[in-house]
């Protein structure tokens, strides 16, 4: 199967993520074109050895492949508006963003019945690995379309950390498990470090009971100190994502009981901690330390 090497890659959404991405694909070999409405996002990519294309479906009817890095909203409206009418047999499409797998799988469904192909492909790292090309990836879909595409994708990567997980919905999947690895347990630990606070224990006791010290490279330690600096509020869990992963795990019928409960505790709280994106969400360590427990017997 042949790459994509002498292919147009067209990237829609030059954000915080999108132009690291796309001026790596450039620095990798091929030719790009980008389209933002944002004209420096523009220019800086133009700058970085980019084409300009003067709208989303300008670009679309250029490119072989069209990769996006857009918010979930804005990424489903660009599919249903333009790109799923305006596709043409043989195209490959490539979204980076975090969508519920289960909407990913009905997409795809619809690019396939447009004889085009859809690969759903979320990245970890933030906007400093974006720009290095130091991103991990995680694929689903087709898997032909994927081994073309694999060069192009790993110019975006660290050596190897391009994975493949299977039909489409199984990159987004991934992303899930890669982000509760930390998220949840991060989740867990402040409730656990609350609880003793709320119960009257100073922060050297709390401590004691966990069996740690100032300057350990411990999970517990480095969310204290964050709390003694003043940044509790701060600790970002991705709870803007955690809907998405609700949303798989209730199309599978997966019980996710730690997941929903801290959920369902927190999503109406004030949205005031940033994640990586800039998005918002209530924060959890706000949650615990601000909000009446139940009395006694309750």
Known sequence: MSSVKQSKIGVIGLGKMGLGMALSIVRGGFEVIGFDPRAEAMAEFVAGGGRAAG????LLAGCEVVLTSLVA????????DVLLPNCRTGQIFIDTSTIAP????LIAGEFA???ATALDAPVTGGTAAAAMGQLRMFVGGDRAAFERCREMLQATCKAGCVYYGGPAGSGQVMKIVQQLKN????AVRLEVISFGLRAGLSFDQVRDALDIKPGERDPYQALIDAIERGEGDSRDVVLAEWPYYLEEANDKGIPMPALESIYQFCRDGENICPDGV????????RELQSRPGPAIGE
């Open 113 to 115: 019945r447009h004889s």
């Open 55 to 58: 709208g989303s479906a300008e």
């Open 278 to 285: 800039g998005r918002l969400a209530p924060s959890i360590w």
């Open 73 to 80: 909203g804005v990424y489903l409206k660009l599919a249903e």
């Open 102 to 105: 289960p909407r990913t799988r």
């Open 183 to 186: 998220r949840i347990t991060d």
